[in-house]
T-cell receptor, first 112, second 117 residues
Framework: SQKIEQNSEALNIQEGKTATLTCNYT??????LQWYRQDPGRGPVFLLLIRENEKEKRKERLKVTFDTTLKQSLFHITASQPADSATYLC???????????FGSGTRLQVQP | DTGVSQDPRHKITKRGQNVTFRCDPISEHNRLYWYRQTLGQGPEFLTY????????KSRLLSDRFSAERPKGSFSTLEIQRTEQGDSAMYLC???????????????FGNGTRLTVT
């Protein structure tokens, strides 16, 4: 089965630094990856989508990369703020499948 | 855009009871998904509707679970003879999507948290 692996350990960084979260996948490359933010007790909120043929996508302070050689996506938040503290989920979408497969998420804590 | 709404937000039930959850998707969205999430894990796919047709069910979904989406609008998820292992957050999501490949985002509700005692 196609899997997504995210670092289960929480990431703690200082305000103003760049946070980098990792998402690794197994087997063949997904057609695309999506990143979501989830706050406690709430549903995930979509942030960014990157397709297999794209190397990088940006949106304001967010950047996502897709490396098919390393089978990895990196999610960066520049100039991080305490309000960025949340769990970030990576999800893969595969051709022929209607549903996304989610990783377990990485919790980010930004210290003021 | 009023977002995806789910009802109830919390449900506590005794083992063996039946429960039903409701999801109201974004009105123009034709696709509706149910996911389940336990603490420290990501959402796990349960089932998917396109309009009123249930097109896919996870192999993990036991026969005690059933979902409907009459008239392609709201959806219900029923769990019969609940077990303690059913305790989880049940998330509904919708999307506006054409074609087979999903490349548009899912809009999630805030879930129904089920506790089976």
């Amino acid at each position: 089965s196609q899997k997504i692996e995210q670092n289960s350990e929480a990431l703690n960084i200082q305000e103003g630094k760049t946070a980098t979260l990792t998402c690794n996948y197994t087997n063949y490359s997904p057609a695309y990856l999506q990143w979501y933010r989830q706050d406690p007790g709430r549903g995930p909120v979509f942030l960014l989508l990157i397709r297999e043929n794209e190397k990088e996508k940006r949106k304001e302070r967010l950047k996502v990369t897709f490396d098919t050689t390393l089978k990895q996506s990196l999610f960066h938040i520049t100039a991080s703020q305490p309000a960025d503290s949340a769990t970030y989920l990576c999800a893969r979408g595969d051709t022929g499948r209607r549903a996304l497969t989610f990783g377990s998420g990485t919790r980010l804590q930004v210290q003021p | 855009d009023t977002g995806v709404s789910q009802d109830p937000r919390h449900k506590i039930t005794k083992r063996g009871q039946n429960v039903t959850f409701r999801c109201d998707p974004i009105s123009e969205h034709n696709r509706l998904y149910w996911y389940r999430q336990t603490l420290g894990q990501g959402p796990e796919f349960l089932t998917y509707f396109q309009n009123e047709a249930q097109l896919e069910k996870s192999r993990l979904l036991s026969d005690r679970f059933s979902a409907e989406r009459p008239k392609g609008s709201f959806s219900t998820l029923e769990i019969q003879r609940t077990e303690q292992g059913d305790s989880a957050m049940y998330l509904c999501a919708s999307s506006s999507q054409t074609g087979y490949l999903i490349n548009s985002p899912l809009h999630f509700g805030n879930g129904t948290r089920l506790t089976v005692t």
